[in-house]
């Protein structure tokens, strides 16, 4: 589709009418010597002297070039434009977070698989958050993992495959014995910083306690929502174990409700998976849609068609005018012959 950046600029067509029209002819003075006998002069030299003003003379390709030259550059004013088809944009409106606990305590096989077979927990966190990431295509997801400490795997992003790449080689113990919770937390806080999007969601996956976090859990929790971060938990693990493997439900309760979350049971694949599901769901994927429409600039076009008119013309008065001058000085040439040929044969 073609347009015009400045279509009120076309009110100037008719401009050189209305000076023309409107303002007085142009009138120059000039310095002139009066002779008493200048009929007696110019009938002698065979001269017919104009009366009044001097009249400019032009011919008639100047009165079509004129305003033709006139249009085309009102035109490249106007900025002629072609409108390209709408392009749209999706960005992301909302940033994801996904602290996974890697701790040596995800080495414990007590997942099973549909046909039985024990699966470790770490693996089967990682079939399920993948399939989770899959689903997440407009979401800028981040990867935080921990255990003795909390380390940024992958940015926010939006290139997924490569969070998917990242978390298959991701393994329990890598780091460390321990779980702290709340350095996750507080790492996750300030991954949030770089975020620009209103929605800011963190899930928290751990199947231990926090052992000796420099943060404790409950206060890092208060510091993420005061941030605008929602904290959904996962927790892991029989909760009617005993001991150390007993997962603290109350605790982790108590950092989902600090920000507006939910606490989300996966004693097994299955429970695992519905929690996913869930949070899937709670958390709906929300972007917006940037569309703009790409202009290419035709000014130059009308632009250029008025400098080669004004160029052509100009040449081609050169050459008219080189070859008028040429014939005049032949015609006085042999002029000059025939008047001399003449006074030979008086002679």
């Known amino acids: 589709m073609y347009g015009l950046e400045y279509p009120w600029l076309l009110a100037l067509l008719p401009l050189p009418l209305l000076v023309y029209w409107l303002l007085p002819a142009y009138k120059e003075e000039q ?24 009249v400019l003379r032009t011919n008639w390709l100047q009165k079509i070039l004129a305003p033709i030259c006139w249009a085309l550059i009102i035109l490249a004013l106007a900025r002629p434009q072609f409108i390209e088809p709408p392009i749209q944009k999706i960005e992301p409106g909302r940033d994801l977070m996904l602290a996974l606990d890697i701790s040596q305590s995800m080495e414990t096989p007590d997942f099973r698989t549909p046909d039985g077979k024990r699966m470790r927990r770490v693996d089967a966190v990682k079939q399920v958050v993948s399939k989770f990431i899959g689903k997440r295509k407009n979401d800028r997801i981040g990867l935080i993992v921990f255990g003795q400490a909390a380390y940024p795997v992958t940015p926010f992003t939006l290139d997924h495959d490569a969070c998917l790449k990242i978390l298959s080689q991701t393994d ?10 709340g350095d996750a937390i507080g790492l996750a806080i300030k991954e949030f910083q770089k975020s620009e999007t209103k929605q800011r969601v963190m899930i928290l996956l751990t199947d231990g306690n926090d052992t000796g976090s420099r943060m404790p859990p409950r206060k890092a929790a ?27 439900y109350a605790a982790l309760n108590d950092i989902a409700k600090a920000t507006g979350g939910q606490v989300f049971h996966g004693e097994n694949g299955v429970e695992l ?30 632009l250029g068609a008025a400098v080669v008119l004004l160029t052509s013309y100009h040449l081609l008065m050169m050459v008219v005018s080189l070859v008028m001058r040429l014939f005049s ?12 040929d003449i006074f030979k044969v008086h002679v």
């Open 31 to 54: 310095d002139s010597l009066r002779l008493t006998f200048f009929h007696y002069i110019s009938a002698k030299l065979g001269l017919i002297p104009e009366p009044g003003a001097v």
């Open 172 to 181: 329990a113990g890598m780091a460390g014995p321990q779980t702290m919770i």
């Open 222 to 248: 208060e510091i993420a929502s005061q941030n605008g971060i929602t904290i959904q938990v996962v927790g892991l693990g029989d909760p009617r174990a005993t001991g150390e493997d007993k997962v603290d």
């Open 273 to 302: 998976q519905k929690a996913y599901d869930t949070l899937d769901k709670i958390t709906p994927q929300n972007f917006k849609t940037l569309s703009y429409q790409p202009k290419r600039e035709l000014f130059m076009i009308p």
């Open 329 to 340: 000085h032949r015609g006085r040439e042999s002029t000059e012959d025939v008047t001399s």
